[in-house]
């Protein structure tokens, strides 16, 4: 499954945020920076005569870290990495990988907190049997 193999494919790159890579939402007080992937959308189309063609999937990848010095790098290396991936990513073909959205800055001030949130999206083309 994308989700997962994704994940897992994004925790391997050994970035700054180690394995603090979350599908969906971080834990509360989690150490930064870290990265949260969410799906955004998917499908997959049917040819006219009725045969499944590759899934198409849209993933928001967030980086968050107390400062852009800590999220710009990372997310720097996910969009090298990740733009224009073609191959196996854990049992997920991927025939084709874009960012389609780069980048998005947030910063969330809540007291004495601040994160530095940095977004991106990457649209995946893929097929399982890897």
């Known amino acids: 499954m994308i989700d ?5 494919f994004v925790i391997a790159l050994n970035t700054p ?10 834990p509360q007080e989690a150490a930064m920076p870290l990265i949260v992937l969410r799906r955004a959308g998917g499908e997959q ?3 006219t005569g009725g045969r499944a063609l ?3 999937s ?9 400062s852009h010095a800590d999220s710009y790098p990372i997310m720097s290396v996910l969009r090298t990495t990740l733009h224009g991936f073609r191959g ?3 049992d997920t073909l991927i ?11 947030v910063t969330e001030i809540d007291g004495d907190s601040r994160r530095r949130w940095i ?10 049997g890897g």
Request: charged letters at 20%; a negative charge.
């Open 4 to 8: 997962t193999d994704l994940l897992d």
């Open 17 to 26: 945020a180690g394995s603090r890579v979350h599908l969906e939402s971080s």
């Open 45 to 47: 189309p049917i040819s």
């Open 54 to 56: 590759w899934e198409r």
């Open 58 to 66: 849209t993933f928001e990848t967030n980086v968050l870290g107390a």
């Open 88 to 90: 196996v990513m854990g």
């Open 95 to 105: 025939h084709d990988c874009r960012c389609i959205a780069f980048p998005d800055h």
């Open 119 to 128: 977004t991106a999206q990457f649209r995946f083309l893929h097929s399982p």
